[in-house]
């Protein structure tokens, strides 16, 4: 089992370096010249070549990259210049706890409506129920996040005055603050989570039920809780816990606009920001940042795969 990790852990630093490369790469081809929009509207050709080798953008290619990711895994990731404020603070320590934040109480939310929508869907499959679960789903899909998070700011924040409409109270100060001001983005980016997860858990819990060990278990006496969430749902964990880390991308492409409809100071608004303003160094920052996160979850998941099934652990 070691090796096994040790080979996924290699193969999650080869995926990151390609990340890298081919962000670095073709953030350079975007249009724009950064080094103008530092210096304003008025320089000197003096000025734009001092700067442009101070910054070293008169390196080879392959040399600013080796110097960026020298620095970048030191920690030196640079200095914004529209947010006037290290790179490294401003993303890793400001920026990124709050697209976590709403990250974990997003999938947190998903995972505790959409598993039991989906077990009551598919213990009482053809029913009211499993056509409720049904329509939900479809419903949960079809809504875009941010036509979703603008219609809950209208209803629930102007129109009845129930929930902020924008803002962050970081919940480790203050958890309960934290939790209200969370709840509508939570619910906004959480909504497509919610109906996959039920549809997945649904599928996957029907082909179960029918196998013939769960009749054994039923013959035997075992109460009905224990058959479906027990027997029924352990053997569902594996795709489950596939289909949630595969769609951490997509988390985190919803942040986005849901940390800008709410206007919460997360990497996803700071990427946004960074790409209008062409601070190549902040989106560079953002995205391999970002990468990095989805990719160590994805290989958490592979890891976690021997422990959910044991036919796969090595012999």
Do not use: C
């Not at 983005?185 to 082909?207: D, G, K, N, Q």
Request: charged share 10%; aromatic share 12%; net charge neutral.
């Amino acid at each position: 089992m070691l090796l096994m990790a040790f080979r996924k852990v290699l193969q999650t630093m080869f995926v990151l370096f390609i990340v890298s490369v081919a962000s670095f790469s073709l953030l350079k081809l975007a249009p724009g010249d950064p080094v103008e929009i530092m210096l304003g509207s008025e320089y000197s050709v003096e000025a734009h070549a001092a700067l442009v080798h101070k910054l070293g953008l008169d390196q080879p290619l392959v040399t600013q990259y080796l110097d960026w990711l020298g620095n970048f895994v030191t920690g030196d990731w640079g200095t914004s210049y529209i947010a006037r404020a290290d790179i490294f603070t401003y993303a890793f320590v400001e920026a990124l706890p709050v697209t976590l934040t709403l990250a974990a109480f997003s999938l947190g939310l998903a995972i505790v409506l959409g598993v039991p929508l989906g077990v009551l869907s598919a213990v009482k499959k053809d029913t009211a129920w499993d056509a409720g679960a049904a329509v939900f789903a479809l419903t949960g899909t079809a809504f875009p996040s941010f036509f979703l998070g603008i219609l809950l700011i209208w209803i629930f924040g102007v129109k009845f005055g129930l929930f902020p409409v924008m803002g962050f109270v970081p919940p480790w100060h203050d958890f309960w603050g934290g939790l209200y001001h969370m709840i509508l983005p939570a619910i906004t980016l959480s909504t497509y989570f919610i109906a996959m997860i039920v549809r997945l858990t649904r599928a996957t819990l029907v082909e179960v039920l029918a196998q013939p060990y769960i009749a054994a278990a039923r013959a035997r006496g075992e109460p009905g809780w224990r058959v479906v969430w027990v027997h029924g749902l352990r053997n569902i964990a594996m795709p489950l816990v596939t289909i949630i880390g595969l769609q951490l991308g997509t988390l985190l492409q919803g942040a986005v606009l849901t940390e800008t409809v709410f206007s919460l100071p997360g990497a996803g608004q700071m990427i946004t920001s960074a790409v209008l303003g062409r601070e190549y160094g902040v989106v560079q920052a953002g995205v391999v940042m970002t990468a990095t996160l989805f990719v160590l979850v994805n290989l958490a998941v592979d890891l976690a795969y021997p422990f959910l099934d044991p036919r796969l652990r090595p012999r």
